[in-house]
T-cell receptor, first 114, second 114 residues
């Protein structure tokens, strides 16, 4: 039962354009969402998060949007840079004591072409 | 300010041997999580520990796997009698507290079972 899904295994964009990575979830108990970036042979690096009480959170070039009714979130990167090329994971948590575990999507490989 | 440390970074074991993976959380963090990433998959939660306590081990295989986080020293993930299917990247994360709290990941240990 895949509770967090990233349906696009890969995405390719031109440098300077917008990258939009999507994530869907099924568990309505999730109330905290995170995006991580991962380079090969390294651990995931935290990028940005959003609580379910918000619908948008922005940090520099990165913005996360949350649509609770659709159980959908997206990560926007603008402008995209070649150094952004990595695998991006969406993750979710219930935020409860026993729910501190993160549930991850399968990841989307982003390639930003110069 | 050191991040999450994991060692070894790479570990090769023959079937039937034991594997011990170590994780030192970030300074000031007392919560440790272990995740496993099988080839071509996302990260899957295994276990969540605080000092001297296992809080949630619902993601741990029932046999051969154990984890501890002693009062002193790193957290240890132990795999007894390894099999080829245990080959994966094992990531440790830490956080300052539980709940809706960002988890910071280490670089991972890549286990190869021959």
């Amino acid at each position: 039962d895949q509770q967090v899904k990233q349906n696009s295994p890969s995405l390719s964009v031109q440098e300077g354009r917008i990258s939009i990575l999507n994530c869907d979830y099924t568990n309505s108990m999730f109330d905290y969402f995170l995006w991580y970036k991962k380079y090969p042979a390294e651990g995931p690096t935290f990028l940005i998060s959003i609580s379910s009480i918000k619908d948008k959170n922005e940090d520099g070039r990165f913005t996360v949007f949350l649509n609770k009714s659709a159980k959908h979130l997206s990560l926007h990167i603008v402008p995209s840079q070649p150094g952004d090329s990595a695998v991006y994971f969406c993750a979710a948590s219930t935020g409860e004591t026993s729910g501190s575990r993160l549930t991850f999507g399968e990841g989307t490989q982003l390639t930003v072409n110069p | 300010n050191a991040g999450v440390m994991q060692n070894p970074r790479h570990l090769v074991r023959r079937r039937g041997q034991e594997a011990r993976l170590r994780c030192s959380p970030m300074k000031g963090h007392s919560h440790v999580y272990w995740y496993r990433q099988l080839p071509e998959e996302g990260l899957k939660f295994m276990v969540y520990l605080q000092k001297e306590n296992i809080i949630d081990e619902s993601g741990m295989p029932k046999e051969r796997f154990s984890a501890e986080f002693p009062k002193e020293g790193p957290s240890i993930l132990r795999i007894q009698q390894v099999v080829r299917g245990d080959s994966a990247a094992y990531f440790c994360a830490s956080s300052r507290s539980w709940g809706a709290e960002t988890q910071y990941f280490g670089p991972g240990t890549r286990l190869l079972v021959l």
